[in-house]
């Protein structure tokens, strides 16, 4: 969790992790499952959700959190956040002490 925290913003893949941390990625894949109840790749949407969050939070233009969070791919950063947040990042800089 360490490593995906420090890596965050950067691109991460399940090779890399199962490389910093010298095991194999099914391993790893299966220990983080079995300790968090969730995947890798869900807690590390999850975690850049929460950041682009922050970013909205102290003003940062949807795109520019988009970026700043993690996310290669602005479409799909509209597309997680409304999932996983319940509503639009554009509704969410409008309303967002309500979520």
């Known amino acids: 969790m360490d490593y995906i925290e420090c890596?965050?913003?950067?691109?991460?893949?399940?090779?890399?992790?199962?490389?910093?941390m010298?095991?194999?990625?099914?391993?790893?894949?299966?220990?983080f499952k079995k300790h968090?109840?969730?995947t890798i790749?869900?807690?590390?949407l999850s975690r850049r959700?929460?950041?682009s969050k922050s970013y909205l939070i102290e003003g940062l233009s949807i795109t520019e959190a988009c970026y700043q969070s993690g996310f290669?791919?602005?479409?799909?950063?509209?597309r997680s956040f409304t999932k996983q947040v319940g509503t639009?990042?554009?509704?969410f800089v409008k309303y967002g002490s309500l979520f």
């Open 36 to 38: 968090t109840g969730l």
């Open 7 to 20: 890596n965050l913003t950067r691109q991460l893949t399940l090779e890399q992790l199962s490389e910093a």
């Open 72 to 78: 290669g791919d602005y479409a799909n950063f509209i």
């Open 88 to 91: 639009s990042p554009g509704k």
């Open 22 to 31: 010298f095991t194999n990625s099914s391993y790893i894949s299966r220990q």
């Open 41 to 44: 790749r869900a807690y590390i």
């Open 49 to 51: 959700i929460e950041l």
